[in-house]
């Protein structure tokens, strides 16, 4: 496969670099030249070389970053942001960097915060470190349903890969070499956060968290309708712990709504009251309930099964 075709065309100006020499910073981007300057700039205060993936922006992004003095890989179309740090972890690979750092490009993450990562990444022990928007109480400056949500992804996250995180779906994130060379990157979506944290608990990674501030009200936003966002993140969570632990994701909940579902039926059978419409609906949803207890105890049975050949 052509390499130009499959991760676009590098480029890159201003060479003089300030920040640290073993560590890389990688920003994904689409549509983000209101901010891309500035964030690059700072970033280049952190980490000798700053990594731009413009997922096919429309507007100047791949210009203006390459002006600020980063490398630029430029993707024809846009191909969401999993592949572009899908694209991060194979530069980083390639070009033996110790350290990577993966923050966004609209501002709401401060880049010279990427220092406080870069330094618990390499005391250790953790391979990767999330740059948590929660820590030491900050939940406050968040919106309320943001973080109902937040807290929802972080429990089905930590039921998926035994990381108590609280910060789970974290965009700025640091990861040390052994991570690099590990961590699968196989979302192409907006999935990919949690999606890394399934990657480096089956390859016994360990993660841990440092505070950072977050800023909401940058110029142009470029993001996803975040209640949107929340469902197909959980949807696929939900999907993956089934496979991984059907047992917890399916059976448990099969086992409960087969209970509830045949108490409900006999209750409504043996009950001495006349037959009305609502106990003739009663009756029914029992026997739903029952019916889909059923069959997720069948599934998880048979997912268990399938795992051990």
């Known amino acids: 496969m052509d390499r130009t075709a499959a991760t676009g065309e590098a480029s890159r100006t201003v060479p003089e670099e300030t920040g640290r020499t ?6 994904p981007a689409y549509n983000e030249a209101a901010t891309i300057g500035s964030v690059v700039l700072e970033a280049r205060t952190v980490a000798e070389e700053v990594l731009v993936v413009d997922d096919g922006s429309t507007d100047a992004t791949a210009e203006l970053a390459a002006a600020a003095g980063a490398r630029v890989i430029r993707h024809d179309t846009n191909r969401g942001k999993g592949t572009a740090i899908e694209n991060a972890f194979e530069y980083a690979r390639e070009n033996d960097w110790q350290y990577l750092v993966l923050l966004d490009g609209d501002w709401q993450h401060r ?5 406080a990562l870069l330094t618990a990444c390499a005391e250790g022990p953790a391979n990767i470190v999330i740059g948590s928007r929660y820590l030491d109480g900050n939940r406050g400056e968040t919106a309320l349903y943001r973080r109902v949500g937040q807290r929802v992804l972080d429990g089905i996250t930590e039921a998926n890969t035994g990381y108590s995180v609280t910060d789970s779906q974290s965009g700025f994130r640091a990861f040390d070499r052994t991570a690099i060379e590990t ?8 999935g990919v956060e949690s999606q890394m944290l399934e990657s480096a608990s089956e390859r016994g990674l360990t993660v841990d968290e440092v505070p950072i ?6 110029p142009d936003p470029n993001t996803s309708n975040p209640v949107r966002h929340g469902f197909s993140v959980a949807v696929r969570l939900l999907r993956t712990g ?4 059907p047992r917890f994701f399916l059976g448990a909940p099969g086992a409960l709504l087969a209970v509830v579902g045949f108490v409900g039926v006999w209750w409504t ?3 001495e009251a006349t037959w009305t419409l609502s106990l003739l609906v009663g009756l029914l949803l029992s026997s739903l309930l029952c019916l889909c207890g059923v069959v997720l105890t069948t599934m998880s049975v ?6 051990r050949h």
């Not at 073993?22 to 920003?27: G, R």
């Not at 880049?111 to 220092?115: G, H, R, S, Y």
């Open 213 to 218: 501030s977050v800023n909401y009200d940058v």
């Open 183 to 190: 961590v699968a990157v196989t979302d192409a979506g907006f």
């Open 111 to 115: 880049p010279k915060e990427a220092d």
């Open 242 to 245: 089934g496979i991984r632990y």
């Open 22 to 27: 073993d560590a890389l910073i990688v920003i």
């Open 302 to 307: 048979r997912t268990t099964r399938a795992g």
């Open 269 to 271: 059978v043996t009950a």
